[in-house]
C-alpha cells in the first residue's frame, strides 16, 4: 500500500496562493504519474492537474494558467503551486500515484491520501 500524505492547505483570500504538497512512500516513486483532484461535500471528485513520469503536465480547463504542477523525485513529493486562487477552487484536494509505472498507469491511479482543505474567501 503506497502511503501519500498531503499538506499546505489553507485560508487564503480570494487572488492568493498557496502550495500543496505531498510526499509519497512504498513505492519507486520517479517512475510513476502523479495527480491531484478536489472534492466539495456532495460533488464528485475532480481531475485537477496530472504530471507523467517524465514531467508532461495536464491541467483541467478551470484551472490552466493558474495552477503548476510539479515534482521533486530526490524528495519523493509532488507539489500543486495554485496562484489566483477564486472561491469556486474551494475543495479538499487529495494527490494520487499511478497503478503501475511509466506510461502504462497513467490514468489508473492508485492510492489516495487524505486530502487537505483549502479554503478561499470571497
Known amino acids: 500500500q503506497v502511503q501519500l500524505v498531503e499538506s499546505g492547505g489553507g485560508l487564503v483570500q480570494a487572488g492568493g496562493s498557496l502550495r500543496l504538497s505531498c510526499a509519497a512512500s512504498?513505492?519507486?516513486?520517479?517512475?510513476?504519474?502523479m495527480a491531484w483532484f478536489r472534492q466539495t461535500p456532495g460533488k464528485e471528485r475532480e481531475f485537477v492537474a496530472a504530471?507523467?513520469?517524465?514531467?508532461?503536465?495536464t491541467y483541467a480547463d478551470s484551472v490552466k494558467g493558474r495552477y503548476t504542477i510539479s515534482r521533486d523525485n530526490a524528495k519523493n513529493t509532488v507539489y500543486l503551486q495554485m496562484n489566483s486562487l477564486k472561491p469556486e477552487d474551494t475543495a479538499v484536494y487529495y494527490c494520487?500515484?499511478?497503478?503501475?509505472?511509466?506510461?502504462?498507469?497513467?490514468?489508473?491511479?492508485?492510492?489516495w491520501g487524505q486530502g487537505t482543505q483549502v479554503t478561499v474567501s470571497s
Open positions: 504530471l507523467t513520469w517524465t514531467s508532461s503536465p
Open positions: 494520487t500515484i499511478a497503478s503501475s509505472p511509466f506510461d502504462s498507469g497513467y490514468g489508473s491511479w492508485g492510492s
Open positions: 512504498g513505492r519507486t516513486f520517479r517512475l510513476y504519474a
